[in-house]
């Protein structure tokens, strides 16, 4: 099994993408520690790992309070004694699809604040331990709207470019140490919608176009992906598996490509 003997953490494990990687991540032989702030969602994914046969812990966590993260990385320690893998795939709702007009401060910097303040507070917090134990790997996640251009995603094209500039910044300061960082790139994810915060988020573009959101997306990844279909969640789950890995080990700093080809590097 690919991570057999790891420990792995997952900030947002009861979200789509969250739960998928801590589904896989377990059936590679993880021991997955699952955070958020929706117990049942959590309780669910627990669930299908456990009937599976992984191992799983679940805990109440605020990714914006370092305190918070900080009280549950004790709880990982003392009971697995380090961690080897660390992913933060919160979601927060955001505004989309206002143009600059429209778009008030507040709802602009919300997106940057929020998530940036997240990335920084869970990726220092596993980083530190990483540091003492020489090795890790921390995994980002953002979005084609840090390269696309377009109106309607000021606020979130500048958060995600922001992500991944700091993916690419926290690997140079810690390669030295062996920590790997690594930021998954996937485009939107049709079937992820009723686990997600994207539902509402792309209501925003959708009402304006006079469609529905799942229209909305079928039309987007047929137009402008060269696969003409979206990513799969098991697709970006695999991958984050796989470069979690000891198979993946010369690669750091990357932004992964796994948008199916809407956007090109």
Request: aromatic content about 6%.
């Amino acid at each position: 099994m690919l991570l057999e003997g790891k420990t792995a953490v997952v900030y947002g494990g009861g979200g789509a993408i969250g739960g998928a990687a801590a589904r896989t991540f377990a059936r590679e032989g993880a021991r997955v520690f699952i955070a958020g702030k929706t117990l049942s969602k959590l309780r669910e994914v627990a669930a299908d790992i456990e009937r599976k046969g992984g191992v799983v812990d679940i805990a109440e966590v605020d990714a914006l309070d370092a305190s918070s993260v900080d009280r549950h990385l004790e709880h990982v320690l003392a009971a697995a004694g380090r961690v080897d893998i660390a992913l933060n795939a919160i979601g927060m709702f955001h505004v989309q699809g206002a143009p600059l007009a429209e778009l008030s401060l507040e709802d602009f910097l919300f997106p940057v604040t929020a998530y940036m303040k997240s990335n920084f507070i869970t990726a220092k917090a596993v980083a530190l331990q990483m540091i003492q134990q020489g090795s890790g790997v921390i995994l980002t996640l953002s979005t084609p709207g840090a390269r696309a251009t377009g109106p309607g995603v000021l606020g979130f094209g500048v958060t995600c470019g922001a992500i991944e500039t700091f993916s690419r910044l926290l690997a140079a300061e810690l390669g030295s140490s062996g920590v790997r960082v690594v930021c998954l790139r996937p485009d939107a994810i049709p079937e992820a919608l009723p686990a997600s915060h994207a539902q509402a988020v792309f209501e925003g573009f959708a009402n304006r176009a006079g469609v529905t959101v799942e229209t909305m997306l079928d039309d987007w990844v047929r137009k402008g992906a060269l696969l003409q279909r979206p990513p799969k969640l098991a697709e970006v789950a695999e991958f984050a598996a796989f470069v979690a890995s000891d198979r993946a080990g010369a690669m750091t700093g990357a932004i992964a490509n796994l948008t199916c080809g809407s956007v090109l590097d």
